[in-house]
């Protein structure tokens, strides 16, 4: 059975702070997913990553994909109230089209 | 372009009745994922299915629990004889089937079972 692992499990940091995100498998994914999920409401995507190695940046956020596309970290910089929420990752096994989604890390940002 | 749209978003059944979840994927799309969520946990999958087919039902309990997504409307996920424990929110995905499969969620229904 695959599984991914996120870690912390929650975390609570002051504003301004930085943060990184774990998400780790024993499995290989053709393509790793995260997404935000605030209460109440369904998660949003926020970037794919297809390519061992890969790194995306999107605004304080940066996204990277182990190499050997086992593992994937999220890294928040100067964290603000707005970026409050449960992140998700989900990995995507080559040609089976169904998605793996992580333990979830709940964050919460301190004004 | 409209997203994926669910209804109802709050449905309330009693022991024993049914219950019907309706998704309409985004426009395009031809593929439809069905997951559930309880509370403080992370989302299970559950069923994936294309137009008029069900491709892989492994995470759907085989008693009580169907789906589908016919030529013409939205996807259904149907459970008969509702218990307590099928209280969760149920969220569909939709995605254009077209590589890396990138998913797109609908706003998620949440059944209560009383």
New interface residues.
């Given amino acids: 059975t695959q599984l991914l692992e996120q870690s912390p499990q929650f975390l609570s940091i002051q504003e301004g702070e930085n943060l990184t995100v774990y998400c780790n498998s024993s499995s290989v994914f053709s393509s790793l997913q995260w997404y935000r999920q605030e209460p109440g409401e369904g998660p949003v995507l926020l970037v794919t990553v297809v390519t061992g190695g890969e790194v995306k940046k999107l605004k304080r956020l940066t996204f990277q994909f182990g190499d050997a596309r086992k593992d994937s970290s999220l890294h928040i910089t100067a964290a603000q109230p707005g970026d409050t929420g449960l992140y998700l990752c989900a990995g995507e096994s080559s040609g089976t089209y169904k998605y793996i989604f992580g333990t979830g890390t709940r964050l919460k940002v301190l004004a | 372009n409209a997203g994926?749209m669910q209804n109802p978003r709050h449905l309330v059944r009693r022991r024993g009745q049914e219950a019907r979840l309706r998704c309409s994927p985004m426009k395009g799309h031809s593929?439809v994922?069905w997951?559930r969520q309880l509370p403080e946990?992370?989302?299970?999958?559950m069923v994936?299915l294309q137009k008029e087919n069900i491709?892989?039902e492994?995470g759907m309990p085989k008693e009580r629990f169907s789906a589908e997504f016919p030529k013409e409307g939205p996807s259904i996920l149907r459970i008969q004889q509702v218990v307590r424990g099928d209280s969760a929110a149920y969220?569909c995905?939709s995605s254009p089937g077209q590589?890396?499969?990138?998913?797109?969620?609908?706003?998620?229904t949440r059944l209560t079972v009383t």
């Fill in positions: 994926v593929h994922y997951y946990e992370g989302l299970k999958f994936y491709i892989d492994s969220f995905a590589g890396p499969y990138e998913q797109y969620f609908g706003p998620g």
